[in-house]
Structures are given as structure tokens and as C-alpha cells.
């Protein structure tokens, strides 16, 4: 009785697990036809990657062999990967169902149900990789230029077409939608400039000071290796500015994107520094502490000298 009852319960699955299962003796066609399916998308895959590889080396010689052209290279070799991997085993998989069996024809027109379905529900999704797209082709910025997003600097780590992952100076990463990026600064393009001031008291000899400078920026331009690190020569620009009992006296260093022109700047201040020292010219007006009368001593009033 129980044995009938068994027998009738398979018949009875078995109509439903029809569509979905092969026949037994076909099993081994299947299975050759499987293998033969995965071995072609890893030899498609491979020729994509060689292709890939000489796109890279294409962009590479077209910006002369510039950083700018390997980061370039870099980043559209990544998104190229990363594509092309999904293409050919989204197309291996199709394939696979239909050796199964399996009738993939419904599909396409579902695949774009689905894409109206999300082009509807999620549009943040669309502008973040439609704006990725723009970032690509206007070559904004590459994996590995130093940018500036919303007041935060950071350097590009990985970049595709829907977000963009930075990472700060304190190790911070940091990962962007590529639809939120309004304005973008690049640091890392063409050349960059960076002020050097210095704050003198208002009553020492001016001329003298900026003589000072004078003399240790020449110095600095004759020193090959240093000079060798910038575009321009170290230029002095002269006063700038009346900060209250102080004159800010400015120099300007400009070089390439890269430690170049931080260094360069660190070290001027430094000899700046030691030079008016040695010429006994203050750099800050001197401040001392006045009591008036009437204000208590726990609350005194600094007096610029």
C-alpha cells in the first residue's frame, strides 16, 4: 500500500519537474555542451583582456608617455575589465539555460520590462552612472589624481561608472556617487602654485626684509637641484597685504603635480626663516599684557607693542 502510495507521489512530481530538469540520457551532452560553453567565455574573456591591454598601451603612446596618460590608461582599462567581464558571462549563462533546456526567448523582453521598471524606481541609479559616462569622456579625473569634493581632498583609488572611492590624507576612504559630484577641483593636471608668506613686524625696515628674501630665493634658483624640481623660478612678489601691526610679504613657487612644489616651499620658508633671524628682523609685531584700570587681573588685555 505504502509502496503505491510512494510510487503515485513521484508520478505526480514528475510532470512538474519536467521542464526543469533534462532527460537522463542526455546528461552527458549536456555536460560536454556546459564545459564547452565555459571554456569559450574564459578564451573570449582572455582575447577581451589582450585587446584591453593593447587599448592601454594605445593611450598611453597617444599622451606620450605622461603620468597623466598611464592614470588615463589605468582607469578606462579598469571599467573596460570590468564590462566586458559582465558581457561574457551574462552571454555564458544565457547560453548554459538554453543547453539546459530552457527556453531564453521571454527573457530579452523581460530584461526590458525590468530596465523600465528601474529607469522608473530608480532614477539616482541612472544619473550616477550617466554621469559617470560624462566623467569618462571629459577625462575629469583618473585613478590616482589628488581631487577636491565638496572642501575634502582626497586621491582616486578606484573609479567606475556608478561611484567614485577616495582616500584622504588620514586613510579615510571615502566612497562618492558619481551624481553627487557638483564641482570637482583636480590637483593633480598641468602645474600647480603655491604661496609662501611671510609675516614682518610693521616697524622694522621693510626694504631690508624683502632684500633678505631676495637674497635667499637667488640662492635657491642657483641650486641646481632644487631649481631642477620647478617650472619657474622663485619669484618674489613683494608685499601683499597689511595684516593689522604686520606687512605679509610674498614668494610664489611654481612646479608638477607631486612633492616637488610642497618641498620646495617648506624648505624656502625654512631659509627664510634662519635669514631674517640672522638679520635680527621680526617676523610678528612683539604683544604685551596690559592691566587697565577697572578691569580685573583675571581678565587682561593684550596691547600690540
Not at 539616482?124 to 559616462?133: M, W, Y
Amino acid at each position: 500500500m505504502q509502496g503505491d502510495m510512494g510510487m503515485g507521489f513521484v508520478a505526480a512530481r514528475s510532470p512538474l519537474l519536467k521542464p526543469f530538469l533534462p532527460e537522463t540520457e542526455k546528461l552527458g551532452e549536456i555536460g560536454m555542451r556546459l564545459a564547452l560553453t565555459i571554456i569559450i567565455a574564459i578564451l573570449v574573456q582572455r582575447a577581451l583582456s589582450l585587446l584591453i591591454r593593447r587599448m592601454e598601451k594605445w593611450v598611453v603612446r597617444a599622451g606620450r608617455g605622461g603620468h597623466h596618460a598611464e592614470q588615463r590608461a589605468r582607469t578606462l582599462g579598469q571599467i573596460a575589465r570590468n564590462l566586458s567581464g559582465f558581457v561574457v558571462w551574462c552571454a555564458a549563462s544565457l547560453r548554459a539555460l538554453d543547453v539546459l533546456g530552457w527556453d531564453i526567448r521571454p527573457l530579452p523582453a523581460g530584461a526590458g520590462l525590468v530596465g523600465v521598471v528601474l529607469g522608473f524606481g530608480a532614477q539616482t541609479l541612472v544619473r550616477d552612472i550617466i554621469a559617470g559616462f560624462f566623467i569618462l569622456a571629459e577625462n575629469q579625473f583618473g585613478v590616482g589624481d589628488l581631487i577636491e569634493i565638496n572642501g575634502q581632498a582626497a586621491t582616486v583609488e578606484d573609479f567606475n561608472v556608478r561611484r567614485t572611492s577616495l582616500r584622504d590624507f588620514n586613510g579615510y576612504v571615502y566612497f562618492v556617487p558619481n551624481g553627487e559630484m557638483k564641482i570637482v577641483t583636480n590637483r593633480s593636471r598641468g602645474w600647480n602654485r603655491f604661496a609662501v608668506d611671510v609675516l614682518v613686524a610693521a616697524d622694522e625696515d621693510l626694504n631690508r626684509a624683502l632684500e633678505g628674501c631676495r637674497k635667499v630665493i637667488d640662492v635657491m634658483n642657483a641650486d641646481r637641484p632644487w631649481r631642477a624640481r620647478l617650472l619657474d623660478p622663485i619669484e618674489l612678489w613683494g608685499v601683499e597685504s597689511l595684516v593689522g601691526q604686520e606687512v605679509q610679504v610674498r614668494m610664489v613657487v611654481r612646479a608638477k603635480p607631486g612633492p616637488d612644489g610642497p618641498e620646495t616651499a617648506r624648505e624656502l620658508r625654512r631659509r627664510i626663516h634662519l635669514a631674517l633671524a640672522e638679520t635680527k628682523i621680526r617676523m610678528r609685531s612683539s604683544r604685551e599684557i596690559a592691566v587697565l584700570p577697572g578691569v580685573p587681573s583675571t581678565a587682561p588685555t593684550a596691547r600690540a607693542s
